[in-house]
């Protein structure tokens, strides 16, 4: 089944604790991001992947980073959360970038405490 | 800077009313269009995809219109059920500030009344 698959589903952590958001996708995309969603403000891009080692910032990059060693990973550090870090992340991949269908994560529910 | 808004953010009907939700975007500079469906503290399930060059997009009682020159779309879902009670959120792929990305309007929350 084609799906992207993120890990933990929930978090609950402490201010200061390096943690990190596991994306993984089976479809052989190229395309990956990160967004994260939040009350009134709307879903956001944190940081986007056109190809493997080919990373870039979106909208509210600081305090997060990214890597992508792999085509199917895409995983999201935070180095030292803060509690405004508390969000509900979701992970997207698509075959490229433009006009293809992005597919999302059924999210990670995240609270820095 | 693209812009999306959803109107109303809040919908109730009764069972079986054929329904309307609109989109509009500030930038026609977009690859496509594309409708979500969120369940509370769930994850976005695609509904339907418009590329910039077409009109719309149809799937079992759910049809999507793109009009990219004046910045509008809608969502129109036939003879709702009590299962269509969600958040729908509209979203336009485009590359803003020199990022790739999807930019989403704040979604509108439908329920569905038996």
């Known amino acids: 089944e084609a799906q992207v698959t993120q890990n933990p589903r929930y978090l609950i952590t402490v201010t200061g604790k390096k943690l990190t958001v596991t994306c993984s996708q089976n479809m052989n995309h190229e395309y990956m991001s990160w967004y994260r969603q939040d009350p009134g403000l709307g879903l956001r891009q944190i940081y986007y992947?056109?190809?493997?080692?080919?990373?870039d910032k979106g909208d509210v990059p600081e305090g997060y980073k990214v890597s992508r060693k792999e085509k199917r990973n895409f995983p999201l550090i935070l180095e030292s959360p803060s509690p405004n870090q508390t969000s509900l992340y979701f992970c997207?991949?698509?075959?490229?970038?433009?006009?293809?269908?992005?597919?999302f994560g059924a999210g990670t529910r995240l609270s820095v405490l | 800077k693209q812009e999306v808004t959803q109107i109303p953010a809040a919908l109730s009907v009764p069972e079986g009313e054929n329904l309307v939700l609109n989109c509009s975007f500030t930038d026609s500079a977009i690859y496509n269009l594309q409708w979500f469906r969120q369940d509370p503290g769930k994850g976005l399930t695609s509904l339907l995809l418009?590329?910039?060059?077409?009109r719309e997009q149809t799937s079992g009682r759910l049809n999507a219109s793109l009009d990219k020159s004046s910045g509008r779309s809608t969502l129109y879902i036939a003879a709702s059920q009590p299962g269509d009670s969600a958040t729908y959120l509209c979203a336009v792929r485009t590359t803003q500030g020199g990022s790739e990305k999807l930019v989403f309007g704040k979604g509108t929350k439908l329920t569905v009344n038996p």
């Open positions: 418009i590329q910039s060059s077409q």
């Open positions: 997207a991949s698509s075959l490229t970038s433009g006009a293809t269908i992005q597919y």
């Open positions: 992947s056109m190809n493997v080692e080919v990373t």
